[in-house]
């Protein structure tokens, strides 16, 4: 079972728009930390944020707005006002306790279009 | 700082070969990760080290080989390429103290190399 899931594949909106990409998570552990990196174009992977599991707090910066909810296991991302420059793949990661590895589990990614 | 570099950005092998991804961060980071992304998917995790002289197995391993000799450098080799192993692989590295592990830190990605393996 997917442990992070981006039912979105692709997203396609008009310069302006709202637009939020939706996230799911699922893990045993009490304490983990959720991602949200950034793929433009150019193929880098560009941090945005990272919240822990004892921080429910949402989140906006600028245009970015996140909305963690553990009851649902949901940390989803809003952008507002959208602009052509946040065209790029949007991936959810998961760090959890348990496994060893520190390593981020990462959803599929949203591929966000920002038509003008 | 350079960041995470990674060298070289573009590849083609033919199957059988093999080749060195080679990796380098000048962070002073004591934890190292190598990732593929396959076209349309997430990443996923290969091998990854939490310090010189120590490295663990991902979700991905096989028909790959990692050592750490020194902080700054984490090569990735493939033996053997195969078709599968076509994808775009990263490399990243995050810092922790000492005995708390890497839980939550930020990881820190190389542009990546893409390699096609024919």
């Known amino acids: 079972a997917q442990k992070v899931t981006q039912a979105q594949t692709e997203i396609s909106v008009v310069e302006k728009e709202d637009v939020t990409l939706d996230c799911v998570y699922e893990?045993?552990?009490?304490?983990?930390?959720l991602f949200w990196y950034k793929q433009p174009p150019s193929g880098e992977l560009v941090f945005l944020i990272r919240r822990n599991s004892f921080d429910e707090q949402n989140e906006i910066s600028g245009r970015y707005s996140w909305n963690f909810q553990k009851s649902t296991s949901s940390f989803n991302f809003t952008i507002t006002a959208s602009q052509v420059v946040d065209s790029a793949v949007y991936f959810c990661?998961?760090?959890?306790?348990?496994?060893?590895?520190?390593?981020?589990?990462f959803g599929k990614g949203t591929h966000l279009i920002i038509q003008p | 700082n350079a960041g995470v570099t990674q060298t070289p950005k573009f590849r083609i092998l033919k199957i059988g070969q093999s080749m060195t991804l080679q990796c380098t961060q000048d962070m002073n980071h004591n934890y190292m990760y190598w990732y593929r992304q396959d076209p349309g998917m997430g990443l996923k995790l290969i091998y990854y080290s939490v310090g010189a002289g120590i490295t663990d197995k991902g979700e991905v391993p096989n028909g790959y080989n990692v050592s750490r000799s020194t902080t700054e450098d984490f090569p990735l080799r493939l033996e053997l390429a195969a078709p599968s192993q076509t994808s775009v692989y990263f490399c990243?590295?995050?810092?922790?103290?000492?005995?708390?592990?890497?839980?939550?830190?930020?990881?820190?990605f190389g542009p990546g190399t893409r390699l096609t393996v024919l």
């Open positions: 990243a590295s995050s810092y922790s103290s000492s005995g708390q592990g890497a839980l939550g830190r930020e990881q820190f």
């Open positions: 990661a998961l760090s959890e306790a348990e496994g060893g590895a520190d390593g981020l589990t």
């Open positions: 893990t045993r552990d009490t304490t983990y930390y």
